[in-house]
DNA sequence: GCCATATATGAACATCCTTTCATATTTCAA
DNA sequence: TTGAAATATGAAAGGATGTTCATATATGGC
């Protein structure tokens, strides 16, 4: 395995774990992780509070993991790379093994 | 992508991704990334206190992310397996690229 | 048994986070 | 321009979490 990487690195690799590790925004994650879905789409799906998903999608975006694209009234979302389907895809093999 | 997976399932994963998602775990993880070290090694190398780097190394072990093995007064921690790893290698890949 | 070393534990504090509730903003249609 | 639909925001509550400090427990050597 590779050497201790420097803090700074440490902080941004303990952000996005943190952004990752909820349960709201898991849900939100593989919601959009086959296409972009707009906010309503999403609130459906996840079956969440409009606020609440809102609220989490802000937090999704200010991390860089999802991208945003307006449309009239609606707002779409989807991931922003395939990192985060990869970190999703590890983390599930590691849980149900 | 895979579907949703069901509500159990994400809470391992959130359990995961939680437990990983802290500075000092983290450099707990890479310590002992290459090979097992007793307690007062990893103190050595993460530059934290004794009863943090104790503290922490529990929080890995519940969520075994860890295993140990006693020698004497010593205890000593390794990672529980590769997923740990490749978990840390796509997070790196993400902040790094 | 006694001491030193290694590790673990418990309480306390401060900080951060998730969620809800109420409300604001934006955009379009009529 | 008034209304309705879609989304965003702010404050507040409640719970969870990281860290420190002091202390406890275990283990082996003498």
Known sequence: MA???DDKTL???????N???DFTRLKIM???SDSEKSVSEIVE???ASQSLVSHQLKVLKKANLV????EKTKVFYKLADHHI???LSVVYEHVTE
């Open 67 to 70: 991208t945003t694209r307006k």
């Open 45 to 47: 799906e996840v079956g």
């Open 19 to 21: 952004v990752a590790s």
């Open 11 to 17: 902080d941004k690799m303990e952000s996005l774990l």
């Open 85 to 87: 389907v990869e970190l």
């Open 3 to 5: 050497k201790l990487p």
């Open 30 to 32: 593989y919601s959009i």
